[in-house]
């Protein structure tokens, strides 16, 4: 029997949160309730755009408030809730975008769980999956948690 590797590869809670071009940040649309997405724009601001109802919004990017243990956190910018978000035995499950859904899946799916030193960050106890909580890394809520990703998985 082979095991799944898992390594962090150095998956910084900073970097997975931060909307990039191709992993844009998922939030609900303040205004119709479907899907939109947050965007960097330029250097210093981000963009929420929905394509179901046209509603836009830029913001600096600099005025970034983000809890990593809030229960349902938000986009951080604009304060939208998570597009990616359910209830799990109990627990708020939750992503940014699917790199992040993918990163708890193969987290999850991992029998053997490798850290490997960060170049950039050292073996900082910051590293996303060490700031996951505890009913994510037992075992026995595995196969509830990998249904429960990919219900999410199914919305993108
Ligand atoms: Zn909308």
């Known amino acids: 029997m082979t095991k799944n590797r898992f390594k962090e590869n150095g998956a910084h809670r900073f970097t997975i949160s931060k ?3 191709e992993e844009p940040v998922l939030v609900v649309c303040p205004r119709c309730g ?5 965007v960097p724009l330029g250097e210093n601001s981000v963009r929420c755009t929905c394509f179901s109802c046209g509603y ?7 005025g970034r408030s983000f809890y990593w243990y809030d229960e349902n956190p938000t986009d951080g910018y604009f304060g939208f809730n998570l597009w990616l978000q359910t209830n799990c035995i109990g627990h708020s499950l939750w992503a940014f975008n699917l790199k992040h859904l993918q990163f708890l899946e193969s987290y999850v799916e991992a029998n053997l769980r490798e850290r490997t030193k ?5 073996w900082s106890n910051s590293s996303l999956a060490s700031r996951l909580p505890k009913w994510l890394k037992s075992a026995k809520n595995r196969d509830s948690i990998l249904k429960a990703i990919h219900e999410l ?3 993108v």
Do not use: I, L, R, Y
């Open 118 to 122: 960060d170049e950039k960050w050292g």
């Open 56 to 62: 836009t919004s830029t913001k600096p990017s600099n």
């Open 34 to 38: 479907s899907q939109s997405s947050v």
């Open 19 to 21: 909307p990039t071009d």
């Open 153 to 155: 998985k199914s919305k």
